[in-house]
Protein backbone atom coordinates (compact mmCIF):
# COMPACT_ATOMS: atom_id res chain seq x y z
CA UNK A 1 0.00 0.00 0.00
CA UNK A 2 2.83 2.29 0.46
CA UNK A 3 3.81 2.34 -3.17
CA UNK A 4 0.29 4.13 -3.64
CA UNK A 5 1.48 6.62 -1.41
CA UNK A 6 5.04 6.95 -2.71
CA UNK A 7 5.15 5.81 -6.04
CA UNK A 8 9.13 6.38 -5.86
CA UNK A 9 11.50 4.92 -3.61
CA UNK A 10 11.29 6.79 -0.27
CA UNK A 11 13.67 7.45 2.65
CA UNK A 12 10.98 6.03 5.21
CA UNK A 13 11.42 2.92 3.02
CA UNK A 14 14.90 2.18 3.21
CA UNK A 15 15.99 0.90 7.21
CA UNK A 16 19.78 0.81 6.50
CA UNK A 17 18.98 4.62 5.07
CA UNK A 18 16.94 5.08 8.65
CA UNK A 19 20.26 3.34 10.08
CA UNK A 20 22.79 5.86 9.34
CA UNK A 21 20.74 9.32 8.54
CA UNK A 22 20.54 9.92 12.29
CA UNK A 23 24.03 10.47 12.45
CA UNK A 24 24.16 13.19 10.08
CA UNK A 25 21.09 14.90 10.65
CA UNK A 26 20.48 17.88 13.50
CA UNK A 27 16.78 17.27 13.87
CA UNK A 28 16.10 20.38 14.67
CA UNK A 29 12.85 20.86 15.97
CA UNK A 30 10.53 22.74 13.98
CA UNK A 31 8.53 25.67 15.34
CA UNK A 32 5.01 25.09 16.34
CA UNK A 33 4.22 27.05 12.95
CA UNK A 34 6.46 24.98 10.52
CA UNK A 35 5.06 21.95 12.26
CA UNK A 36 1.53 23.31 11.16
CA UNK A 37 2.53 23.79 7.56
CA UNK A 38 4.17 20.00 7.56
CA UNK A 39 0.93 18.67 9.16
CA UNK A 40 -1.27 20.37 6.02
CA UNK A 41 1.35 19.39 3.52
CA UNK A 42 1.78 15.97 4.61
CA UNK A 43 -2.07 15.32 4.81
CA UNK A 44 -1.77 15.92 0.69
CA UNK A 45 1.04 13.25 0.47
CA UNK A 46 3.45 16.00 -0.50
CA UNK A 47 6.68 14.07 -1.18
CA UNK A 48 8.97 16.83 -0.10
CA UNK A 49 7.30 17.59 3.08
CA UNK A 50 7.01 13.56 3.73
CA UNK A 51 11.24 13.73 3.34
CA UNK A 52 11.11 16.76 5.80
CA UNK A 53 9.68 15.05 8.12
CA UNK A 54 12.28 12.21 8.09
CA UNK A 55 14.85 15.08 8.12
CA UNK A 56 13.47 16.55 10.95
CA UNK A 57 12.09 14.06 13.46
CA UNK A 58 13.87 10.94 13.07
CA UNK A 59 16.68 11.90 14.90
CA UNK A 60 15.14 12.86 17.89
CA UNK A 61 12.85 9.80 17.77
CA UNK A 62 15.79 7.61 17.61
CA UNK A 63 17.63 9.41 20.35
CA UNK A 64 13.88 8.93 22.26
CA UNK A 65 13.58 4.99 21.96
CA UNK A 66 17.26 4.46 21.99
CA UNK A 67 17.31 7.01 25.84
CA UNK A 68 14.82 4.07 26.89
CA UNK A 69 16.12 0.47 25.14
CA UNK A 70 20.24 1.36 25.09
CA UNK A 71 20.32 -0.55 21.85
CA UNK A 72 21.02 1.51 18.64
CA UNK A 73 20.23 -1.77 16.44
CA UNK A 74 16.70 -2.40 17.76
CA UNK A 75 15.96 1.74 18.24
CA UNK A 76 16.92 2.29 14.46
CA UNK A 77 14.27 -0.43 13.83
CA UNK A 78 11.77 0.86 15.58
CA UNK A 79 12.25 4.45 15.07
CA UNK A 80 11.81 3.09 11.08
CA UNK A 81 8.45 2.07 12.15
CA UNK A 82 7.29 4.92 13.52
CA UNK A 83 7.36 6.31 10.30
CA UNK A 84 6.60 3.38 8.48
CA UNK A 85 3.26 3.82 10.74
CA UNK A 86 3.11 7.64 9.82
CA UNK A 87 2.75 6.33 6.06
CA UNK A 88 0.73 4.09 6.69
CA UNK A 89 -2.14 6.24 8.75
CA UNK A 90 -2.03 8.72 5.76
CA UNK A 91 -2.35 6.44 3.41
CA UNK A 92 -5.94 5.28 5.45
CA UNK A 93 -6.64 8.30 5.77
CA UNK A 94 -5.91 8.93 9.75
CA UNK A 95 -3.26 11.38 9.39
CA UNK A 96 -2.42 13.15 13.01
CA UNK A 97 -5.15 15.81 14.21
CA UNK A 98 -3.11 18.45 16.02
CA UNK A 99 0.73 17.77 16.88
CA UNK A 100 2.69 15.58 14.03
CA UNK A 101 5.65 15.38 16.72
CA UNK A 102 3.42 14.45 19.86
CA UNK A 103 1.74 11.97 17.16
CA UNK A 104 5.66 10.10 16.35
CA UNK A 105 6.35 10.42 19.92
CA UNK A 106 3.44 8.83 20.77
CA UNK A 107 3.56 5.78 18.02
CA UNK A 108 7.51 5.68 19.28
CA UNK A 109 6.37 5.29 23.14
CA UNK A 110 4.35 2.44 22.53
CA UNK A 111 6.23 0.44 20.36
CA UNK A 112 8.90 1.13 22.95
CA UNK A 113 6.77 -0.19 25.38
CA UNK A 114 5.71 -3.16 23.53
CA UNK A 115 9.58 -4.37 22.93
CA UNK A 116 9.89 -3.84 26.81
CA UNK A 117 7.28 -5.99 27.21
CA UNK A 118 8.51 -8.45 24.67
CA UNK A 119 12.06 -8.15 26.10
CA UNK A 120 12.33 -7.79 29.70
CA UNK A 121 15.85 -8.18 30.16
CA UNK A 122 16.70 -4.48 28.20
CA UNK A 123 16.82 -1.40 30.21
CA UNK A 124 16.64 2.15 29.16
CA UNK A 125 19.69 4.01 29.55
CA UNK A 126 20.39 6.72 32.15
CA UNK A 127 24.01 7.58 31.90
CA UNK A 128 23.64 10.90 31.10
CA UNK A 129 20.11 12.47 32.96
CA UNK A 130 20.81 15.72 34.71
CA UNK A 131 18.83 15.54 37.86
CA UNK A 132 17.44 18.65 39.90
CA UNK A 133 19.20 17.57 43.12
CA UNK A 134 23.05 18.47 43.04
CA UNK A 135 23.57 15.13 45.68
CA UNK A 136 21.75 12.79 42.44
CA UNK A 137 23.12 14.82 39.66
CA UNK A 138 27.14 13.82 41.41
CA UNK A 139 25.82 10.28 41.66
CA UNK A 140 24.73 10.13 38.20
CA UNK A 141 28.08 11.12 36.70
CA UNK A 142 29.82 8.22 37.89
CA UNK A 143 29.84 5.47 35.72
CA UNK A 144 30.04 2.60 38.31
CA UNK A 145 26.30 3.87 39.37
CA UNK A 146 25.01 3.35 35.99
CA UNK A 147 23.41 0.01 36.78
CA UNK A 148 21.87 0.70 39.86
CA UNK A 149 20.51 3.83 38.08
CA UNK A 150 19.33 2.13 35.15
CA UNK A 151 17.14 -0.66 37.18
CA UNK A 152 16.28 1.79 39.16
CA UNK A 153 14.72 3.71 36.41
CA UNK A 154 12.71 0.71 35.32
CA UNK A 155 10.56 1.27 38.63
CA UNK A 156 9.15 4.28 37.78
CA UNK A 157 5.75 4.52 35.57
CA UNK A 158 5.48 4.74 31.89
CA UNK A 159 4.94 8.74 32.37
CA UNK A 160 7.63 9.37 34.74
CA UNK A 161 10.11 7.51 32.48
CA UNK A 162 9.01 9.34 29.38
CA UNK A 163 9.48 12.91 31.39
CA UNK A 164 13.14 11.81 32.40
CA UNK A 165 13.86 10.69 28.89
CA UNK A 166 12.49 14.21 26.75
CA UNK A 167 13.56 16.19 29.24
CA UNK A 168 17.15 14.81 30.28
CA UNK A 169 17.62 12.38 27.96
CA UNK A 170 16.87 14.72 24.77
CA UNK A 171 17.32 18.38 26.99
CA UNK A 172 13.68 19.23 25.49
CA UNK A 173 12.57 22.32 27.04
CA UNK A 174 9.31 22.47 29.18
CA UNK A 175 7.40 24.06 26.65
CA UNK A 176 8.21 21.31 23.91
CA UNK A 177 7.57 18.12 26.24
CA UNK A 178 4.37 19.34 27.30
CA UNK A 179 3.55 19.52 23.80
CA UNK A 180 4.80 15.85 23.31
CA UNK A 181 2.95 14.55 25.88
CA UNK A 182 -0.15 16.68 25.83
CA UNK A 183 0.14 18.08 29.01
CA UNK A 184 0.50 21.94 30.45
CA UNK A 185 3.68 23.55 30.93
CA UNK A 186 2.45 23.11 34.94
CA UNK A 187 1.81 19.19 34.39
CA UNK A 188 5.53 18.33 32.96
CA UNK A 189 6.84 20.26 35.99
CA UNK A 190 4.61 18.69 38.46
CA UNK A 191 6.17 15.25 36.85
CA UNK A 192 9.23 16.17 36.27
CA UNK A 193 9.61 16.75 40.03
CA UNK A 194 7.62 13.53 40.87
CA UNK A 195 9.20 11.54 38.39
CA UNK A 196 12.95 12.96 40.21
CA UNK A 197 11.54 11.97 43.83
CA UNK A 198 10.35 8.66 43.14
CA UNK A 199 13.68 7.84 41.21
CA UNK A 200 15.54 9.08 44.90
CA UNK A 201 13.34 6.72 47.05
CA UNK A 202 14.37 3.86 44.93
CA UNK A 203 17.56 3.65 44.15
CA UNK A 204 19.76 1.50 46.41
CA UNK A 205 20.53 3.19 49.63
CA UNK A 206 24.59 2.49 49.05
CA UNK A 207 23.79 5.12 45.94
CA UNK A 208 22.67 7.83 48.38
CA UNK A 209 25.25 6.77 51.09
CA UNK A 210 28.14 6.84 48.50
CA UNK A 211 30.73 9.91 48.14
Known sequence: YFLTLCPEPHPFLKKQDLRIRWFTLKGDTPTLEDELSLLERIKLH???ALAE???RYFNQIYHY???RLGDSDASADLAGEVFLALLKALKHGKPPKTS????????ARNLTADHI?????TVPLFDDIVADTPS???HVYKAQLAPALKQALLELTEEQQDVIALRF???LSLADTAQIMDKSVGAVKALQHRAL????RVMPKEVHQDG
Open 46 to 48: DQQ
Open 53 to 55: VHD
Open 65 to 67: INY
Open 100 to 107: LSGWLYAV
Open 117 to 121: KQKVT
Open 136 to 138: LTD
Open 169 to 171: GQG
Open 197 to 200: AALA
